[in-house]
C-alpha cells in the first residue's frame, strides 16, 4: 500500500498552540527589553508623535481655504510648539514654589513639629520604634530636601527630553503632511490598514482633549479649594492635578497624597480630613461619573488593563510611561490583535466593544421531498 506524498511546500509538523505562545512570550521579552533600554529615545519619540497626533486636525480647515503646504505645516509645529511650552512652564511654575515652600517650612521648624507630633502619637498607640522611625523619616527636612533636589535632577532630564521632542515634532508634522496622500493612492489594497490607524489617531486625540479639558476643570476646582481653606501653594498642587488626570485609575490618588500630608503638617487631622473630602467630592463625581461617559468610545479599555498599563509602561520607558500609557496599549492591540480574526476573543477581553464573532452562515435550507418525487416520476 502506498501513501501519497506530501505537498511540495506544506509544513511537515504545525506548531503546537502551546509552542507558538512560547514563542510569541519570547519575541515580546527581547522587543520589551530592546523597548526598555531605548527608553530615552522610545519615550521622546513616542511623546512627539502623540503631540502630532492631537494637533495634526489644525491642517484641515487650512488645506480647504488653500493654504500652501509650508503653511498648514508650519500652524501644526507652532501649535505643538505652544503645548511643549506650556508644559515647560508648569512644570517650572510648580517646581520653583514647592522648593520655595520646602525651605519656609524647614526655616520655620514645622516639619519638625509635626514629625514630633507623629511619632508621640505612634508612640502612645503601642507601636515599636521601626515604625515610629520610619513615620518619622517621611517628614524629616533633610528627607525632603533630598526629594527636592531629585525633582530638580528630574526637571532637568524633562528638560533635555522635551529638546528633542522638539526637533522630533519638526520632522513627524513634515511627514505627516505627505502621509494625508496615502488612502487615495493606497485605499484600494490597504484600505482596513488606513481605516485602523485612523481610527486609533481619533482615540488618542479625543483621550488627550477629554482628559486636558476635564484635567483642567479639575485643577481649577481643587485650587480655589485648597486656596480657600488656606493650604499653602495651591498653584502647585493644582497643577499636580492636572497632570496626574492623565494617569488613569491611579492618578487621583497620586494627586491627593502630597497636598493632604501638607495640610497635615500646617493644620493638623481637621485640615487634612477636609482636603481629603475635597478631593474625593471633585474628583469622584468628574472623574469616575462624568468624564468615562466622554472617553469610553475613544479608549474602549478594561479597568483592569488600564491599571496594568500604568504601572507597565511605567517600568518600561520612566515617569512618561504613566501619561503614555494608553495610546501606547491601543497601539500595541491595533498592532498585535486587530490585524487578526482568529484574536476576536482577546480583543474583547481587553474591553474593545467592537469585537464581536461573526454572524454564524446560514444553513441551507432542506430541498421539498414533493419536488424529488415529482423529478423522479418524470
Avoid at 22 to 31: D, N, R
Wanted: contains cysteine.
Amino acid at each position: 500500500m502506498t501513501t501519497s506524498p506530501a505537498p511540495q511546500g506544506a509544513p511537515d509538523r504545525m506548531l503546537s498552540p502551546s509552542l507558538r505562545v512560547l514563542l510569541v512570550l519570547a519575541a515580546s521579552v527581547v522587543t520589551l527589553a530592546g523597548v526598555y533600554f531605548a527608553r530615552d529615545l522610545v519615550g521622546p519619540v513616542a511623546l512627539a508623535i502623540v503631540i502630532v497626533v492631537i494637533c495634526e486636525p489644525l491642517r484641515r480647515p487650512l488645506d480647504r481655504r488653500g493654504w500652501p503646504t509650508w503653511a498648514s505645516t508650519t500652524s501644526v509645529i507652532v501649535v505643538a510648539y505652544l503645548i511643549l511650552l506650556a508644559m515647560g512652564a508648569l512644570l517650572w511654575l510648580a517646581g520653583t514654589q514647592f522648593a520655595r515652600l520646602i525651605g519656609d517650612l524647614v526655616s520655620e521648624g514645622g516639619l519638625a513639629d509635626t514629625a514630633d507630633q507623629v511619632v508621640a502619637w505612634l508612640q502612645s498607640l503601642g507601636l515599636d520604634e521601626e515604625a515610629s522611625d520610619a513615620a518619622a523619616s517621611v517628614l524629616d527636612p533633610t528627607t525632603l530636601l533630598g526629594i527636592v533636589r531629585s525633582v530638580g535632577g528630574t526637571v532637568l532630564s524633562v528638560a533635555t527630553a522635551l529638546f528633542f521632542v522638539c526637533a522630533y515634532i519638526i520632522f513627524m508634522a513634515v511627514d505627516a503632511a505627505r502621509y494625508r496622500q496615502a488612502p487615495a493612492l493606497f485605499g484600494a489594497t490597504k484600505g482596513v490598514v488606513i481605516a485602523r490607524i485612523t481610527h486609533l489617531n481619533a482615540g488618542i486625540r479625543r483621550y488627550y482633549i477629554v482628559n486636558a479639558t476635564f484635567g483642567a476643570i479639575v485643577a481649577i476646582i481643587d485650587g480655589l479649594a485648597l486656596w480657600w481653606m488656606g493650604v499653602p501653594a495651591p498653584v502647585v498642587w493644582a497643577i499636580l492635578a492636572f497632570v496626574t488626570n492623565f494617569i488613569p485609575n491611579i492618578g487621583f490618588v497620586l494627586g491627593l497624597v502630597p497636598p493632604a500630608i501638607l495640610a497635615f503638617v500646617v493644620g493638623g487631622w481637621p485640615l487634612m480630613l477636609g482636603v481629603v473630602a475635597v478631593y474625593c467630592v471633585v474628583n469622584v463625581v468628574l472623574q469616575v461619573l462624568v468624564q468615562p461617559k466622554f472617553v469610553s468610545d475613544a479608549v474602549d479599555l478594561s479597568l483592569t488593563l488600564s491599571f496594568f498599563s500604568v504601572i507597565f509602561w511605567t517600568f518600561i520607558i520612566g515617569p512618561l510611561g504613566a501619561i503614555l500609557s494608553i495610546p501606547l496599549t491601543l497601539l500595541v492591540r491595533a498592532l498585535v490583535l486587530e490585524g487578526d480574526a482568529d484574536q476576536t476573543w482577546v480583543r474583547w477581553l481587553s474591553g474593545d466593544r467592537s469585537a464581536v464573532p461573526p454572524p454564524p452562515a446560514p444553513t441551507p435550507a432542506p430541498a421539498a421531498r414533493g419536488r424529488r418525487r415529482r423529478r423522479a416520476g418524470a
